[in-house]
């Protein structure tokens, strides 16, 4: 079982989450071609090691949250409120 | 030929068999003589209030994140759960809730922020769960630590019970551990069979309506 450590719920298990992929900036609508919408949807760096990526809290919370997780051991090392990462702009 | 109306009876998503009308909803006619007990109180009136989780709501409301408090809003007593962050939960007596609503409306008019309150009685589903075996029901279908360090008289929380998103809301009666569980009105009736499944081995019964139970009292 996987462990994720909501900041608002405290420990909780994965399944109580959906994953929604690896986070990233979301590209301007006015200036991104369709060929720079597409690979923002669908392609995926696939890094193995530490990814931030985005999860939603659905039975729990129901927050989105921006997570430090490596891919090869599930260590989580952060986990935080994606609307406070989007208000101080540090994603 | 002289025309009579019925009057409309309120039924919940859990079957009650036998059943009695009281204050307009069909509810169990059971009285259990155990000592825990499972009880439908989905027509406890049930209103939700959305607001910024950190402001000037939240001070007017009185109640944080993860906590509950038997309060008075104006509509006679109700229990105030902060259910979710800049979500909170008020479940009043059967047949409160259009007065409930406007209490809370009137309470949060004067916050200044973008607030809203729903009126969620016949939209959801909700029992409880009380006696000494109910720690021990509830442990069998969701992954909560349950201890009273943890999770003490007065905790709100939400999150998978028998793979269902339900609010749980540790309420004790008298001294006696009690759970409220809030959850989707289509998932009422699975959830209280999952309950029942999950105590069979404990001697849990059905019992009838029962109410807010508790004293008022800050938590």
Known sequence: MMLLPCPWCGPRNAGEFKYA??????????TT????????????????????????????????????????THEVRGVRDAVQVAREGTR | MSETTAAAV????????????????EVSARAATGASTLSDETPL????????????SRKALGVRFGRTEHTDVGSGEVLLVGSAPGEWLTLGAPGTAPALRTALEERLAG????????????????MRLQGPAATTVLAGVCAIDLADTVTPDGTALRTSVAAVVTDVVRDDVSGVRSYLLHCERSSGQYLWD??????????????????LGSAGSAR
């Open chain 1, 21 to 30: 992929g690896e986070g990233g900036a979301r590209p301007d609508p006015a």
């Open chain 2, 111 to 126: 916050t200044g922020e973008f607030t809203s309150v729903l009126d969620l009685t016949h939209g959801r589903a909700l």
């Open chain 2, 10 to 25: 309120a039924r919940s998503p859990i079957a009650a068999s036998p059943a009695t009308v009281l204050d307009g909803w």
């Open chain 2, 194 to 211: 999952a309950l029942l499944d999950a105590g069979s081995r404990s001697a849990v019964e059905v019992t009838g309506f029962r109410g």
């Open chain 2, 45 to 56: 009136a049930k209103v939700l209030v959305r607001a910024p989780f950190d402001g000037a």
């Open chain 1, 33 to 72: 071609t369709p060929e720079e919408w597409r690979r923002y949807l669908y392609f995926h760096a696939n890094t193995r090691g530490w990814v931030t990526e985005s999860w939603y809290h659905g039975a729990g919370c129901r927050r989105w949250l921006v997570v430090e997780r490596h891919t090869l």
